[in-house]
Structure formats: structure tokens, C-alpha cells
């Protein structure tokens, strides 16, 4: 079953929502539209997987109700530079799965999307699952995203007037290959999120006990920036390596992944089986 809807978010405008397959419901915010041929091969040089929404969607909706918005997407088209607050990106969430008639429902979101996964499982008790991608819920690194994030908004405002020619070399894991495309408000509206976010103190997070929760993400995840962004270091698969124990210990599923960076780790053939699996096992 393939159907449609639309949800009003925090800032009054509508994002698209499709909805495949029956059973519990889960929200992937995923892309399902597909990318441009010459955009898709950019993308499996730089080691992306441009085919991860429509595979993602069509192997959980074999189980799941699986409620599909680009979230991601829909704020790049439309941004909301002084408003993308933790408690907003909760509000739009909510707001998704309220036009799409889930009452209860399972989230999975891959970086910062999981960072906005963890912000909804603490201010609602409608998620019956939790699966953070790319973003450890202990000692994520708020502090170092603001560095970057505000590195990329001093970048986008000063090429205000000039117009971004895509890398024509582009290796994996080298970040600083790809200029930055994005507008002024586009990036702020990151810098709002992550400057709202430098007094969370993830250690205390009030995440339900009995909530299911998956977190993983590549142990070769850390992505280092030139100078040009600060050089600034993003620690993800660390922490979470670090903190695997007492992540357990709290309730918390736990998968490092050896020989994942944070690009490959978030290709439907790694994300896939992995979440099927976990899903299979709640009840």
C-alpha cells in the first residue's frame, strides 16, 4: 500500500509524507525521490548510497507501516534559520506522525536526524522504539558541530554572490573536497539547532527505561576538518565505542561497526538488515 499525506510543520509550511506497508508504524525521514544520474554518480564516488530512501523504505515496509518524510530535504527547500530549535524539530515530528494517524510509533534517523530522534524520545511518550544512526546518545558532540556548523554559515554568507561549482575530484572521507552549496539561511538554521544545544547535557537525558533504543554507528566514524573549517575533529564512533557498557547498562542496544566510516555506515545494505533485525525482536 502506497499512500499520501501532508503535514503542517512548526513554521506553516507543508512537507509531503508517504506512507508504504502495513504493521506497527516506524517514521523514516528519508529521501524517496530519486537523484539526478549525474547527482547519483557524485555521490558513489564520495562512497554515499543514492538509492538509500527507496531501498530503506521498500525492505522495512515488508513489516512495518513505514511513514516516509525527507525532513532533511524539506528544510533545505524551506529553512527556518531562527526557529530550528530541539523543541520545533520535536513539534514536526509530532506533527508528521499526527497526519499520518500513528498515535504510537517507531523513529530511525541517521545523524543529525538521530540527534532529533533522541530530543523526541525525551519530550513524548508516543515512540514504541528508538534507533540512532551516525550520533551517539552519550557524549554526542554538540560543542564540535556548533564549530562546524558555524564554520559553514561564515562560508555560505561570504559566497553570498557566487555561484558553487560541485568538486569535480572527490574521494571518500575527504570533506573538505565538497564546497559548500548551501545558502546563508540554510546553514543558520543548523547553528540555531546546535546553539540551542550546548547546555544538553546527554548523561541525564530522561529517555523511558522501557524504551527500545539502538544506537550504532562505524568505528572508523570521525570525520576531521581542515583548517578551513577550524579544524575541527566530530567524534562519533568513539564515544559510542567508549560508552558501550553503560550504554548497555541503561538500557540501551549497542552496534559499533568495524570498517565503517560515518558515509558507509548509513547505506541501506549495512542499515537495512541491522534494523529489520532489531525490529524483529521487540515486542
Given amino acids: 500500500m502506497i499512500d499520501s499525506a501532508g503535514a503542517v510543520l512548526h513554521d506553516g509550511t507543508t512537507i509531503p ?12 525521514p528519508v529521501r524517496l525521490t530519486p537523484y539526478l544520474p549525474e ?10 548510497d543514492p538509492d ?7 525492505g522495512l515496509a515488508r513489516s512495518h507501516r513505514v511513514i516516509v518524510a525527507d525532513y532533511e530535504g524539506h528544510r533545505m527547500a524551506h529553512p527556518a534559520p531562527d526557529t530550528l530549535s530541539p523543541l520545533n524539530v520535536t513539534a514536526d515530528l509530532l506533527a508528521i506522525a499526527d497526519a499520518a494517524d500513528a498515535e504510537a510509533f517507531a523513529y530511525y534517523g541517521y545523524s543529525w536526524l538521530a540527534l532529533c530522534g533522541l530530543q523526541l524520545a525525551i519530550r513524548t511518550d508516543r515512540l514504541w522504539a528508538l534507533a540512532m544512526g551516525g550520533y551517539p546518545p552519550l557524549d554526542g558532540p ?25 568538486a569535480s575530484d572527490v574521494e ?5 573536497s565538497i564546497p559548500v552549496q548551501t545558502n546563508e539561511a540554510q546553514t543558520r538554521q543548523f547553528v540555531t539547532l546546535y546553539e540551542a544545544l550546548q547546555d544538553f547535557d546527554d548523561s541525564s537525558a530522561l ?10 554507528a562505524g568505528a572508523e566514524d570521525r570525520i576531521e576538518y581542515g583548517p578551513e573549517w577550524g ?53
Fill in 231 to 283: 579544524s575541527v575533529h566530530v567524534k562519533i564512533g568513539e564515544p559510542l565505542a567508549l560508552h558501550k557498557q553503560s550504554l548497555i547498562e541503561a538500557g540501551w542496544d549497542v552496534q559499533v561497526l568495524p570498517g565503517h566510516d560515518h558515509i558507509s555506515a548509513m547505506h541501506s545494505s549495512v542499515v537495512l538488515p541491522l534494523l529489520t533485525d532489531w525490529l524483529q525482536g521487540i515486542r
Fill in 207 to 216: 529517555v523511558p527505561r522501557d524504551l527500545p533504543r539502538l544506537a550504532f
Fill in 172 to 176: 571518500p572521507g575527504d570533506w573538505d
Fill in 142 to 166: 554538540y560543542e564540535s558541530m556548533l564549530a562546524v556548523t558555524r564554520a559553514a554559515h561564515s562560508m555560505a554568507a561570504q559566497s553570498a554572490n557566487q555561484v558553487p561549482s560541485p
Fill in 52 to 58: 538509500l530512501g527507496p531501498n530503506l523504505v521498500k
Fill in 39 to 48: 547527482e547519483a554518480d557524485t555521490m558513489r564516488r564520495w562512497g554515499a
Fill in 17 to 28: 509524507i508517504t506512507i508504504q506497508g502495513n504493521g506497527r508504524a516506524l517514521m523514516v
